[in-house]
Structure formats: structure tokens, C-alpha cells
């Protein structure tokens, strides 16, 4: 560019040039010509006019000259201009040069500088968030000391857990059984109880729990023990001192590793039992009620239990465990001999065996008149779980078998020793050996299974604020697996083992805020006839010695009756039950004709006057808990619970052709309060 400057201004220069050469040529032949004129004018005018054109032509010359001076001075200053011009370039180059390598050179140290002003920064960002962490650290210290989260023992975390409770209970009708609801005791309109209401004041839901953890390698070891005060005693009672015991609610031992894969132990919440996510221990959801029976319809049992788990990635989740039998038995009527001896039963035997009573020597409670199983192999539960991203599901199976042991030559008997009236003989004989004395003649072993299906689920329909939630359980013999327990199986006429079909469900809502814990729920379990003909009982009456008369001169020094019915109905639900029984009331009876001592507990009716096995029961129940506070020092809340309880009985007509059978109905009303402290 400043080349192209510099050719122009040669040229610019070198046209004006040109110009003043022209122009001065020209001044020169104009003053050559004047002089010629003049000398001419004077001499010659030819002559003058020659010598004034020569005077011009000397002018022009010299302008000309003069011009051509100037423009060699020019170009002079212009080369000069132009050698300025290209040393001002190479300087500029050379400037341009050293300002690139002084740029680079200034970019680099800015480069340190900044590097080393966030050096400086990230120092000032590092002793800040050191003193923050070591005041963190100090404040976590002081916390742990003062209020630490669990305790630290060998290299085990403790911590401690439960509550203490104050709990009431009002019931319209009388279960006498505390803050625990028997369901399938609600006494029927006959009973005495159900003309009383109750009251009972209790802490023995308080509850205390420990649990510990530790790792070994990837394995997380864990062991959990929670227990309460819901447990009684042979001696126990609450005239003064309210001596009740300890009981054992959950123990057990887990090793869960990095697999998913874990190993759990001990007594807890059965495999069957709701969780809330996956399949975990202490993840179980049972109903937010204050009675400890909880609600009516819902799937839980705590005992003993070894369970395997595999968790697959939170989403999906399969178990298998081996649980704790128990046979429960319902129905009447079954086959039977008994012997009196004035009034006073001495002995009963019948034509089967499944319970036996608790040998107080061997840990086993010899006060519970129910008896224990005498079990042939522990129940089996499987379950599957899914977590899918919005509700929980989960479907499992139950298995059980049941075992008893039945005597063929057990009810048998004859009345030809009746020597006072002696009637037609009746006998009942021996299928086996065909004597007609009580014998274990041709006993053998009987096995049944039973085992059911069932599904829980739960659907968030507000995420964390609104819950809906289902469970149920149907098949045969898993009647003790819901809250209400009904009987698992009833016998039949020969002794064996007829397993009770029953269902039962739970649904409900529960709304959860800061403050609030609140819910609804309604459930039923039902239970299907297994009725059967055909029972024998035999009764064997000794009456006190006849005195002589003239009928009798010799006298008897003892009398004995005996007494067949044959062709009796009994089982489950018989539809030619008596029921009479259960809608009139009646004095209480016992052996000694007052109220009863706890060797001889009262009944409002004879049993046979009151079959009513049950049918449907079913409970409506709304709740709510409030939180007053709940933080690091723990929790206080305040909580009331209604609920309204119906059970329905088999209808029965009394073994009368064409009456209408009655089917007996128990109500109550019940309404728990309850204040409790959380531990922290």
C-alpha cells in the first residue's frame, strides 16, 4: 500500500513537471517574439519580432531549467520519502516483531499471574473450607458426645430404639383381653360379656429395641431385637402389682452382601407379611393402628423364620423362607368317650391327637389350654417383589403341612354292664381287633397340605403424601396367617384332618404430612363350612351306690350308665349346629356354682347351645396420629383410633328338618387413645 502511495506521487509529480516545463517554454517564446518585434519595430519589424521571440525562447529555457531543478529535487525527496518509508516499514515489521513476542511474552506472564492468582484463591477457598470442616468436625464431635446417633462398641454401631406408650381402650361389648382385640371372641349377644362395656388403662405396648451392625469385608452383619410387654405369665395379673412380662417381639441375625444376596435368621415378621420396598427386615408395613392386633384382614404372623433374598438392583427382589409352624383347630361335635363320676368328668379321650399341652419343664407354656401343634415340617413361604418405579407389588405362595395321629379303637364302648335298668345293648367295637374297651389298636399317622396364594400391593397416588393400599391371602388351612385367626382345620368323623378354607383382605388409605399421620381402613376374612355327619359320643356315667329299697334289696354299691349318640353332626359351620344358645342368656355356670375360679372360667350357656363358628368378620377402622414434635430429641405424638367390628356365625338349625336355621351376630364399638415418646 505505501508503495502504490509513493508511484503516485512520482507521477503527480512528474505531470506537474511537464506542465511548468510547457508553460515556461511558452513565457520564453512570448518574450523572444516581443523582443524581435521591438527591434524590428525600431530597425525592422521582421527583425524585432525575431528577436523578441528568441528573448521568450531564452525565457521558456530557463524556466525550463528551473523546472527540472525543481523536479530532481523532488525525486530526491521522494527517494528519500521512500527510503524513510521502507525503513518505517522494517521498523514496523520489526516493531510489529518484537510487540508479538513482548505480546506472547505478556500473555504468558498474565498466564502466571492469573495461574497464580487462582492458586492464591483456591489457598484462600481451601482454609476456608478447612476451618469450616474442622468447626464441622468439631460440632460433629461435640454431638457425638453429647447425643451420639448410636453407640460404638468393638467395632459395632448400637442403637437403641421403641417407645413408651400410655394407651387406653373403651369397648361397647366386653372382650376382657386389655388394649389386644381377640376378634373371633367378640361375645355373641348370649354372652355375658357382650351386656358389659370395658375399659382398660395399659403401657405395655411400650416397646424397646436394639439394633447392631458392622461390615466384614463387603458383608454388612446385622442383628435386630425388639420386645414389649404384651406377654403374661402364669402368675401374671394387674390387681397391684401388674406383673407382666417381657416378651419376645423380633430377634434375629442378617448377613446381606454386596450381591444383593442375604442370609436372615431368627423370630421376625413373616415372609408374607407387606414391606415396604423390595424384601427387607424392618421395612414391614402392617396397618398404623394402635391395637396390637391391628386390623381385621391383614397378613402377618412373627416367629420363627430362616430366609434367603436376592435383591436385583432395587427393582425386582425374590425370597424364600422356612417358617414356624402352627395348627389352629375349630369346629365341635367330633367323636368322643367321656367318663363322670357324679357329674365330675375325670377323663376324655377321642379318636385323634394333633395338640398336645405345653410341658412346663420344656419351656412350653403348660397354662395355654390351646395346646401346641405337633408339627411334621415347618411352613414354606415364597415371594416375589417389584419395585417399578411408581406403587410396590408383591405376590407369594404359602405351603404347610399338617400331621395328627388317629386312633380307630379310640371312641368305642357298650352299656351291657348297666345293671340298674339294663337297656338293649349298644355297642360300638374295635374295627380292628373288635373289643369294645378304649385302645390304641391300629393307630396310625395322617398328613394334609395346605397352603394358599396371596398378593399385596401399594400405589402412591399422591408420591408421599396419599396411599393406597391392598392385601389378601386365600386357600386351605392358612386361616392363623390373618389378624382374626380363624381355625386352619376342623376333623372329621374318623379322625382325619379337614383343612378350613378361608380368605381374607385389607385395603386402605393413609395420608402422610409433617404433622399428620392419618388412615382408613376396611377388612374381612371369611371362613367356609367343613361340616360332616356321623360323630359317635360315648358317655360314662358313674352315679353314688343305690341304698336298698324293695326294689333293689341288696342295694349297689355303684351304678353305672352308659350313654350313646350316633350319627352326630359336627365340623366347621354344620348347618345343624345349635345356635339357640348364642341369642339368650343364660346364668353362668361352673363346677362350684359361683363365678368361677381361673381353673373353671365361666360360660354363659352349655358349648352345645352356641355353635356359632364364624363366618365373615369384618372391621372398619379410622385413625390418626399427630406429631406435637419430632426431631434429634426424639418424638412425641398423640394418636385416637375408632373402629367397628362385626362377626357373623354359620346359621344352624339344630338338627331340625325344615326349621330355619339362626345365624348369630356379635357388634362392638372400640375406640383406643394413645400417647407415646419415641427414643431418638
Known sequence: MKRVMALALSLALGAFAAQAQQSTATATNKKTTKKRKS??????????????????????????????????????????????????????????GKADS????????????????????????????TALALQETQTNVKTAIESPAAIHYKGINITPGGFVEAATVNRTRATSSDINTPFTSIPYTANALSKLGETNLTARQSRLSLLGESKVGNTKLTGYWEADWLGTGVTSNNRQS??????????????????????????????????????????????????????VGFTWARQYGFRVVKDFGGKFALGVAVEGP????????FSS??????????????????????AGGGLFNFADTTGYSINKAPDIIMKAAADPGWGHYEVFGIFSDFRNRIYP??????????????????????????????????????????????ANFRLPIVPKKLEFAFQGLAGDGVGRYGSAQIADLTFRPDGTEALIRTAHGLSGLELHTSKWDAYAYGGAEYGARAAYKDYDTITIAKTPAI?????????????????????????????????????KELPPSNSLGQFPPASSPFTPSSGASCAGDTRLISEGTLGFWYKFYQGPKGGFRLGIQYSYFEKNGWSGNSNVAGATGFAPKAVDNMIWTSIRYYIP
Open 326 to 333: 402352627q395348627a389352629t383347630i375349630g369346629g365341635r361335635g
Open 409 to 454: 379303637c379310640g371312641v368305642v364302648g357298650t352299656n351291657a354292664k348297666d345293671t340298674v335298668a339294663p337297656a338293649i345293648p349298644t355297642t360300638i367295637a374295635c374295627p380292628v381287633d373288635a373289643s369294645t374297651s378304649p385302645s390304641a389298636a391300629g393307630a396310625f399317622n395322617d398328613t394334609r397340605t395346605g397352603g394358599g396364594v396371596g
Open 547 to 583: 341304698p336298698s329299697n324293695s326294689a333293689n334289696p341288696a342295694g349297689d354299691s355303684a351304678t353305672t350308665t352308659t350313654t350313646f349318640k350316633l350319627n352326630q353332626i359336627g365340623g366347621y359351620g354344620s348347618p345343624f349346629a345349635t345356635n339357640s344358645g348364642c341369642q
Open 242 to 295: 401388674n406383673s407382666y412380662v417381657l416378651r419376645q417381639r423380633v430377634i434375629y441375625g442378617q448377613a446381606a452382601f454386596a450381591n444383593g444376596l442375604s442370609l436372615t435368621a431368627g423370630q421376625m415378621w413373616s415372609l408374607a407379611t407387606e414391606d415396604k420396598k423390595g424384601i427387607q427386615n424392618r421395612q414391614e408395613l402392617p396397618p398404623l393402628t394402635i391395637d396390637p392386633q391391628y386390623n
Open 39 to 96: 527591434a524590428v519595430q525600431r530597425a525592422d519589424p521582421t527583425a524585432e519580432r525575431l528577436n523578441k521571440l528568441e528573448q521568450a525562447i531564452d525565457a521558456q529555457q530557463q524556466q525550463i531549467r528551473q523546472l527540472n531543478d525543481q523536479v530532481q529535487s523532488r525525486d530526491q525527496q521522494i527517494q528519500q520519502l521512500q527510503q524513510t518509508l521502507q525503513q518505517s516499514q522494517a521498523a514496523a515489521t520489526e516493531a510489529a
Open 337 to 358: 368317650v367321656a367318663t363322670s363320676n357324679a357329674g365330675v368328668t375325670t377323663a376324655t379321650g377321642g379318636n385323634t391327637i394333633l395338640d398336645a399341652p405345653g
Open 102 to 129: 513482548a505480546a506472547s511474552e505478556a500473555a504468558k506472564q498474565g498466564e502466571a499471574v492469573t495461574a497464580l492468582r487462582s492458586d492464591v484463591t483456591d489457598l484462600k477457598q481451601n482454609s476456608t473450607n
